[in-house]
């Protein structure tokens, strides 16, 4: 009970913390189109443009040239960050801040907001707003927000474990303190799992990516939690980082595999010979498995830390989508919407660790039947 309460105290700010950061008024830094010269402004009797669920959660769960902070009627606060384009053996370097939230261009680029290359940079005609429709897409290279966050969470992680390591060599032979004690289970957690699915005696050359695995999921799953800088990246709910982690997965998995393995593959021992031959039917099921195995691992992480996402910041948006109704009625849903919140807050956390548990076990269970010896 009393650790319930903790996790509560802890969540109940982060997500009071996203409902001010996630103003209606954020949709504008969303890629809602409106007049910029500096400064959003409104021409008397103007209609104000309503709150767009759709684009803020979108906007929100992508990846972006620049870290949005938080925005106002006529200022958004957001952090640029550096663009690197190679077009004809040319290399261009700026700030994301040059395009002005999309609304300007710079040295011939800009960052498109519409259309199938919406948020990519794209040549434009002259010194215009016109897009190149003729001109291919330059090489995008720019440290982008998902960028950044894995450099940070990258820096923590080595950060976190020199210090640990440093601990072990200093207090050798003595109980762990600190942050030690915190992380040690956690190691040997991953430890167990790994000799359990892979074998006493071939365990240990796996560790460190096993570890690295667990620890860099878990890890980005908290910090995507938390709805301020340097959080709220949706770093693992990016299927180009599961799609990585699992490739690595499968490399390792099929260099690993011994003779007993691939003779499972192409020669199902116990198998009737009509299913292998003439059509080989049995092999091509196993075959397609080598491949099924990783493709679940990207998508089944991609997956529920996006959803995750979602649902959070579509109970947040109901604030706004009846407050633009009526404002007693926002109000009135707030309640409602915040309590939600908090409990999927709190579920995240569990899913926090449950996704980086089985992203590190199912690859663990791989590895050991790769290598498991005929009996």
Not at 105 to 121: D, Q, R
Not at 224 to 236: I, S
Not at 311 to 320: C, E, K, N, P, Q
Request: net charge neutral.
């Amino acid at each position: 009970m009393l650790l319930q309460k903790k996790r509560l105290f802890i969540a109940l700010p982060l997500i009071l913390l996203s409902v001010l950061f996630l103003s209606p008024s954020s949709v504008l830094a969303a890629g809602e189109k409106e007049e910029h010269s500096g400064e959003a402004s409104h021409s008397p009797g103007q209609e104000e443009e309503k709150f767009n669920a759709g684009i803020m959660i979108i906007d929100h769960i992508v990846d972006a040239h620049e870290w949005h902070i938080l925005s106002t009627r006529t200022r958004h606060v957001s952090i640029p960050l550096p663009v690197i384009l190679v077009e004809q053996g040319k290399v261009h370097t700026f700030m994301s801040s040059r395009f002005h939230h999309g609304h300007a261009s710079y040295k011939g680029f800009k960052l498109e907001t519409e259309g199938k290359n919406e948020g990519k940079i794209v040549r434009v005609i002259g010194d215009s707003m016109e897009t190149d429709q003729n001109a291919p897409l330059p090489l995008d290279l720019s440290i982008t927000k998902n960028v950044l966050a894995l450099f940070i969470s990258c820096i923590l992680i080595c950060i976190i474990f020199i210090s640990v390591a440093r601990s072990y060599r200093k207090r050798e032979g003595h109980a762990p303190k600190g942050l030690q004690s915190i992380l040690e289970p956690v190691i040997l957690f991953v430890r167990d799992m790994a000799r359990s699915s892979i074998g006493d005696h071939k365990y240990e050359r796996f560790m460190p990516y096993l570890l690295t695995l667990f620890f860099f999921i878990f890890f980005n799953n908290l910090i995507g939690l938390v709805p301020f800088f340097p959080g709220g990246a949706n770093l693992t709910g990016n299927i180009a980082v599961t799609m990585v982690m699992a490739l690595i997965t499968f490399i390792i998995t099929t260099f690993v595999g011994n003779r007993n393995y691939w003779k499972h593959i192409y020669n199902t021992p116990g198998v009737p010979w009509w299913l292998k031959f003439p059509l080989p039917l049995m092999p091509l099921v196993e075959l397609m498995g080598v491949f099924t195995k990783p493709f679940i691992l990207m998508i089944r992480l991609f997956a529920n830390i996006t959803a995750g996402h979602i649902i959070m910041l579509g109970f947040i948006s109901l604030i706004f989508i009846f407050g633009n109704i009526n404002i007693v009625l926002g109000y009135s849903v707030s309640v409602v919407s915040i309590l939600f919140a908090v409990f999927m807050g709190l579920l995240e956390l569990l899913v926090a660790f449950i996704q980086a548990y089985v992203f590190t076990l199912l690859s663990s269970l791989y590895f050991g039947m790769a290598m498991e010896e005929h009996h």
